[in-house]
């Protein structure tokens, strides 16, 4: 099963449908108008540690929803949280054991979820004032790197900031920072414009999560905060078990990208 050509058009039901089918695709550009969100659960007993590290790290760590433990869908997502996304990971201490498409047979009656605002919010509006998206140009997932900065720690749970890129012509990155701003709960607007080692990031073309997309001359990158920073907490701290979603394969959900848009 093959992206559909119309993925922008399908509204969030068509595309969970999708997945739970099977289908396994990143999820940028799809449901255009609907918002995405990372998805990270565990044990009800690590749940506080989860809400307060999002709590102290707002701009990688903005929830959109939290779940009730052993609840299988959301305010925001009417779909199954077990099947309805297009990739899972599964980790125990900290490692991860499973990427699947299904994550039925790993749920636990205890887990408790969160849904985390995501960048793909906000690229519509970036298209629109002209600003490209690269990784949907070149239909590649978006790219996502681990950097030397780390969160404010929570409990037993820390690690450090993920940022996604995004190369932006020198002459646009004004007007990314002034679209993306207005989209605080979904990250907001950059992190950082420029030099990747100020972030610890040695290669673009070896990001952490998700693949390297070109970036040509002119073009400066710009890096967001990234809702993937959950998971690599998990992976740094080691909580005895999590599930997240595969980065880039996002929820998505039944809310609009204009319910977050600040005047």
């Given at each position: 099963?093959?992206?559909?050509?119309?993925?922008?058009?399908?509204?969030?039901?068509?595309?969970?449908?999708?997945?739970?089918?099977?289908?396994?695709?990143?999820?940028?550009?799809?449901?255009?108008?609907?918002?995405?969100?990372?998805l990270?659960?565990?044990?009800?007993?690590?749940?506080?540690?989860?809400?307060?590290?999002?709590?102290?790290?707002?701009?990688?760590?903005?929830?959109?929803?939290?779940?009730?433990?052993?609840?299988?869908?959301?305010?925001?997502?009417?779909?199954?949280?077990?099947?309805?996304?297009?990739?899972?990971?599964?980790?125990?201490?900290?490692?991860?054991?499973?990427?699947?498409?299904?994550a039925?047979?790993?749920?636990?009656?205890?887990?408790?979820?969160?849904?985390?605002?995501?960048?793909?919010?906000?690229?519509?509006?970036?298209?629109?004032?002209?600003?490209?998206?690269?990784?949907?140009?070149?239909?590649?997932?978006?790219?996502?790197?681990?950097?030397?900065?780390?969160?404010?720690?929570?409990?037993?749970?820390?690690?450090p900031?993920?940022?996604?890129?995004?190369?932006?012509?020198?002459?646009?990155?004004?007007?990314?920072?002034?679209?993306?701003?207005?989209?605080?709960?979904?990250?907001?607007?950059?992190?950082?414009?420029?030099?990747?080692?100020?972030?610890?990031?040695?290669?673009?073309?070896?990001?952490?999560?998700?693949?390297?997309?070109?970036?040509?001359?002119?073009?400066?990158?710009?890096?967001?905060?990234?809702?993937?920073?959950?998971?690599?907490?998990?992976?740094?701290?080691?909580?005895?078990?999590?599930?997240?979603?595969?980065?880039?394969?996002?929820?998505?959900?039944?809310?609009?990208?204009?319910?977050?848009?600040?005047?």
């Open positions: 099963m093959s992206t559909p050509p119309d993925a922008a058009t399908l509204t969030p039901d068509q595309a969970r449908a999708l997945f739970r089918g099977g289908l396994r695709a990143p999820t940028a550009g799809w449901c255009a108008g609907w918002t995405q969100a990372n990270i659960a565990v044990p009800r007993e690590d749940a506080y540690d989860v809400l307060l590290f999002a709590q102290r790290n707002p701009k990688a760590c903005p929830v959109l929803d939290v779940t009730e433990p052993g609840e299988t869908s959301a305010s925001l997502f009417r779909g199954d949280l077990r099947t309805d996304l297009p990739g899972y990971v599964v980790y125990e201490d900290g490692v991860p054991v499973a990427e699947v498409t299904d039925t047979g790993h749920w636990r009656d205890d887990l408790v979820a969160f849904l985390i605002g995501c960048s793909f919010t906000f690229e519509n509006a970036l298209a629109e004032a002209g600003v490209p998206v690269r990784h949907i140009e070149q239909g590649r997932n978006v790219p996502m790197y681990r950097t030397s900065r780390p969160c404010r720690g929570a409990g037993a749970l820390g690690g900031l993920v940022v996604s890129m995004r190369p932006v012509p020198a002459e646009r990155v004004a007007d990314a920072v002034r679209v993306t701003a207005r989209y605080p709960a979904v990250h907001g607007a950059p992190v950082h414009v420029g030099d990747p080692a100020a972030l610890g990031i040695a290669d673009l073309d070896a990001p952490d999560f998700g693949d390297a997309v070109d970036v040509r001359p002119g073009e400066v990158p710009v890096f967001w905060a990234c809702g993937v920073t959950p998971q690599a907490a998990v992976m740094a701290s080691r909580p005895k078990f999590a599930i997240g979603h595969a980065p880039g394969h996002m929820a998505i959900t039944d809310a609009r990208d204009a319910d977050y848009l600040i005047p």
